[in-house]
C-alpha cells in the first residue's frame, strides 16, 4: 500500500525514482526496536533502584541486610569506576557517550549512590544531626556526576535534590498535593529557586557552559516559578493584584521566549498558567460586585469568553510557529 | 458520510507517510515539500502539547457553557422540563457547536473536538441516567451508546468514539447474554465478539476506501485484544461474578485452572505473536497485559512483599534488556538497535517524569531535626510508600 503511494508520487514526477529506490529499501529493512529496548532497560533501573531504596531501611542488622548495602555499595563503585574508564573528560560542550550503555550506566551509578549516601546517614550518622548536610552532600555529587559525564537526566535528578534541599517535592505527580503551600516560606522559596533556576538556564545559554543543559534548567525553573507565583495570589489574597502582574510580566516573557524557540511546549505551559491567574483576578474582582445572579452569569460569561479568547491565542501563534519551521 | 473533506483527509495521510519516509531518509526535504504542497491539507492538527492545552480550555470553557446554559434553563423552570431533557438540550447543543467549528476551523484531533465529542457522550449518559423513571436496564443503555458512538466516530473519523463504540457493544453483547445464558458462558461470549471485532477491524485496516479509518482501526483492533483479554482474567471473573451473582466464588477448581491458565497465557501469545509478526504494537500491549497479571497473581498469592518484588523484577527487566539488546544487535533476527523513525524525544520527556515521580527524593524536613527512614532526603526512598 506504502508502496503503490510513492510510485503514483513518483509518477507524478514528486519524487525522483531513486527515492521510490528508498522506500522500497525501507520496507525490507528489519524493524528497529531501540526505543522499545532502552526503555525496558530504564524501566528495569528505575523499578529496581526504588525496590532497593526500601528494602535497605527493612530489617536492618539482619545478615541479609549487609548483603544488600555491600551491593549496593560495590555496584555504584564499579559503576562510576567503568563510566570514568570510558568517559573522554569533562568539556564545557556537549560531549557525545562513548556507547549507548553509559548513560544508563550512569543513571543506575547515580541512583544507587543516593541510596547509600541516605542509608549512611540513617543508620550511621555520618553527618550528624545536620540532616541538611545530608541532602547538600548528594546534592552536589549528583550536580559534579551530571556535567563531568554529561547526563541530563542526572542533572534533572539533582535540582530536584536541589529543590528537597529546600524543602520543595517537584515530583509530577505530588508538586501539588505534597507541598504544604499554605507555608508562606514556601511560596517564596518556590518562586525564588524558579526564578534562580531561569537565571542559571540563561547563563549557561549564553556563557556557553553546557549550553544544552539550559533547558533541563528552564523547565524546571519555569514550573516552579509559575506554581509558586499563582498559589501566592490565593494565598496572600490581599496583595493578588501585585503577583497578578507579576505572573502577566513572567508569561509575557515565557510567550516571547517561546515564539523565538519555536517551542510549542512553554506556549502550551505559559497558556494553561495564565488561564489560572486570570481566572483567580476575574472571578476576585466580581467578588467585590454585589451578590446577585447577574453577577454568576458575568462569571459564567468570563470563563467561556476567557478560554475562548486565549484557544484562538494558542491556535493563532500556533500557526505562525508553522510558518517559521 | 464524514464532516471532512475527503481530499483533506487523504493529503494527511499523503503528507504523514512522506514526513515519515524523509524521517527515515528516504525522500530529500525538497521531495517532501512537493509533496506537501501538491497535496495540502487543510486539517487543523496542532503538535500534542497545544492540543492538550486547548482541550484544558475547552473542558473549562464547555463546563462553564453547561453552566450558563443550566443556570438559563433552572430559571425557565427546569424541575418541569426535567433533567433528562436538559442534559439532551445540553449534548445538542455540544454537537452543533463542533460541528460548527469543524466546519469552520477543520479541527481534527485538535483538543477542542476530542473535549467537545466527549461532552456529547457525557451528556447523552445523564440524559439516561437523569430520567425520572429510575435506573434504565443496562442493555438499552449500551444500545444508546453504541448508536451514539459509532455515529460520532464515522461522522468525526474520531478513534476514541470507536473505542467507546467497542465498549458500549461488548457491554451490550454481556447485558443481552446475561439474561440467556448461564455465568460460565458469559466470559465465552464476550471473547467470542471480541476476536470477531479483531478480525473484522483487521480487514478493514488494509482497505483503500476506508484510509481515513486507518486509525480508529487499528485502535479498535488493539482493544478487541484488551478486552479478550479482560474478559478472561481471574481478577474480573472474580469480581464480576461476585458483584452479579451473590454467594458466587466457588467457581470449582478446574474452571479457576482454566481462567488462570488464560491470565497467564493470554499477554505471553501476544508478546510472541507481535516479535513473530513484527507488530511492535501488539508486544507492547502484551508486555502491559502481563504486567497486568502479575498484579492479578499478587491479588491472590503475595509471594513477597512489594518492595521485594520490585527488586527482583528490576533485575529481571535488567538482564532481559541486556540480552535482548545483545540478541538484536547479531542482526539476525530481521530485528536492528539501530535509531528507527519513532519518537525519541517525546520518550525522553517520558523517561525524565518517570524518573522524578519514581525515584522521588523526598523534600528535606525543613526544621533539620525530624528522623525517619526516607525523609532523611536524597535517600532516594520512600517512606510512604
Not at chain 1, 29 to 36: A, E, G, W, Y
Not at chain 1, 284 to 310: D, H, K, R, T
Not at chain 2, 215 to 223: A, G
Request: a positive charge.
Amino acid at each position: 500500500m506504502l508502496y503503490n503511494l510513492f510510485s503514483k508520487l513518483q509518477q507524478q514526477g514528486l519524487i525522483t525514482p531513486d527515492e521510490l529506490d528508498n522506500v522500497a529499501v525501507q520496507q525490507q529493512r528489519p524493524l528497529s526496536v531501540r526505543n522499545d529496548l532502552l526503555t525496558l532497560l530504564y524501566a528495569g533501573i528505575v523499578v529496581l533502584c526504588t525496590g532497593l531504596g526500601i528494602v535497605v531501611y527493612q530489617n536492618i542488622d539482619s545478615i541479609g541486610h549487609m548483603a544488600i548495602i555491600a551491593f549496593i555499595a560495590i555496584t555504584c563503585t564499579a559503576c562510576y569506576v567503568w563510566c570514568f574508564k570510558k568517559a573522554s573528560g569533562y568539556s564545557q560542550a556537549k560531549v557525545q557517550s562513548p556507547n549507548t550503555g553509559f548513560d544508563y550506566v550512569i543513571l543506575f551509578g547515580s541512583l544507587l549512590l543516593l541510596i547509600w549516601v541516605g542509608y549512611m546517614q540513617f543508620v550511621y550518622h555520618v553527618f550528624g544531626e545536620r540532616w541538611g548536610l545530608a541532602g547538600f552532600v548528594p546534592m552536589v555529587l549528583l550536580f559534579a556526576t551530571a556535567y563531568y559525564f554529561d547526563h541530563a537526566g542526572v542533572l534533572s535528578l539533582g535540582i530536584s535534590n536541589l529543590a528537597a534541599w529546600l524543602g520543595i517535592t517537584v515530583a509530577p505527580l505530588s508538586v501539588v498535593s505534597g507541598n504544604d503551600f499554605g507555608n508562606e516560606r514556601l511560596i517564596y522559596t518556590a518562586v525564588l529557586l524558579g526564578a534562580f533556576l531561569v537565571g542559571i538556564a540563561a547563563f549557561s545559554f549564553y556563557k556557553n557552559v553546557k549550553k544544552h543543559f539550559y533547558k533541563v534548567y528552564l523547565n524546571f525553573g519555569t514550573h516552579l516559578f509559575f506554581i509558586g507565583a499563582v498559589t501566592a495570589m490565593f494565598v496572600f489574597h490581599d496583595a493578588y493584584f501585585l503577583w497578578f502582574v507579576l505572573i502577566a510580566a513572567a508569561a509575557a516573557a515565557c510567550l516571547k521566549y517561546a515564539v523565538a524557540a519555536n517551542s510549542y511546549y512553554y506556549f502550551a505551559v505559559t497558556i494553561a498558567y495564565s488561564y489560572a491567574a486570570a481566572m483567580y483576578a476575574g472571578i476576585a474582582l466580581l467578588a467585590l460586585m454585589p451578590n446577585e445572579v447577574g453577577v454568576i452569569y458575568l462569571g459564567l460569561l468570563y470563563g467561556i469568553s476567557l478560554s475562548v479568547l486565549l484557544t484562538w491565542l494558542l491556535i493563532h501563534y500556533n500557526k505562525k510557529f508553522k510558518a517559521h519551521a | 458520510m464524514h464532516s471532512y473533506s475527503k481530499a483533506d483527509l487523504y493529503n494527511r495521510y499523503v503528507q504523514q507517510a512522506a514526513a515519515t519516509a524523509n524521517k527515515q531518509h528516504c525522500i530529500s526535504e525538497a521531495s517532501l515539500n512537493n509533496i506537501e504542497q501538491a497535496y495540502p491539507s487543510e486539517l487543523y492538527t496542532p503538535d500534542l502539547f497545544i492540543a492538550i492545552a486547548i482541550g484544558l480550555l475547552t473542558v473549562v470553557g464547555w463546563l462553564f457553557g453547561c453552566g450558563f446554559l443550566s443556570l438559563f434553563l433552572l430559571e425557565g423552570g427546569i424541575n418541569k422540563i426535567g433533567f433528562s431533557i436538559a442534559a439532551i438540550i445540553m449534548g445538542a447543543a455540544t454537537y452543533f457547536v463542533l460541528e460548527a467549528m469543524v466546519k469552520s476551523k477543520r479541527y481534527y484531533n485538535g483538543g477542542v473536538d476530542n473535549v467537545l465529542l466527549a461532552g456529547i457522550v457525557i451528556c447523552g449518559l445523564v440524559a439516561l441516567y437523569g430520567t425520572d423513571y429510575g435506573q434504565p436496564p443496562l442493555a438499552i443503555v449500551a444500545l444508546v451508546m453504541l448508536v451514539i458512538c459509532t455515529a460520532l466516530c464515522a461522522r468525526f473519523v474520531d478513534a476514541f468514539m470507536g473505542m467507546l463504540a467497542v465498549v458500549a457493544l461488548l457491554t451490550l453483547v454481556f447485558a443481552l447474554g446475561n439474561r440467556l445464558m448461564p455465568w460460565y458462558l458469559l466470559p465465552l461470549l464476550v471473547m467470542i465478539v471480541s476476536v470477531a471485532l479483531y478480525r473484522l477491524a483487521g480487514k478493514y485496516v488494509q482497505r483503500e476506501s476506508l484510509l481515513a479509518y486507518r486509525y480508529c482501526f487499528t485502535c479498535i483492533r488493539l482493544l478487541a485484544l484488551t478486552c479478550l483479554y479482560t474478559a478472561g482474567n481471574f481478577y474480573v471473573i472474580m469480581q464480576a461474578g461476585a458483584y452479579l451473582f451473590p454467594g458466587f466464588g466457588a467457581t470449582g477448581f478446574v474452571l479457576g485452572l482454566i481462567f488462570w491458565v488464560f491470565t497467564i497465557a493470554v499477554p505471553l501469545i501476544y508478546v510472541v505473536a507481535g516479535i513473530r509478526k513484527k507488530d511492535m504494537a501488539i508486544v507492547r500491549l502484551g508486555l502491559a497485559l502481563l504486567l497486568v497479571s502479575v498484579f492479578t497473581v499478587r491479588y491472590y498469592y503475595s509471594i513477597m512483599p512489594p518492595e521485594q518484588a520490585m527488586v527482583w523484577g528490576g533485575l529481571l527487566a535488567l538482564g532481559i534488556a541486556y540480552v535482548l539488546i545483545r540478541l538484536v544487535k547479531t542482526g539476525k533476527y530481521g530485528y536492528t538497535f539501530e535509531a528507527g523513525a519513532g519518537d525519541e524525544k517525546g520518550l525522553l520527556q517520558a523517561k525524565a517524569l518517570l524518573l522524578l515521580q519514581s525515584a522521588a527524593i523526598k523534600k528535606m524536613p525543613v526544621d533539620h531535626t525530624q528522623f525517619g527512614g526516607g525523609s532523611s532526603g536524597g535517600g532516594g526512598a520512600n517512606s510512604d510508600y
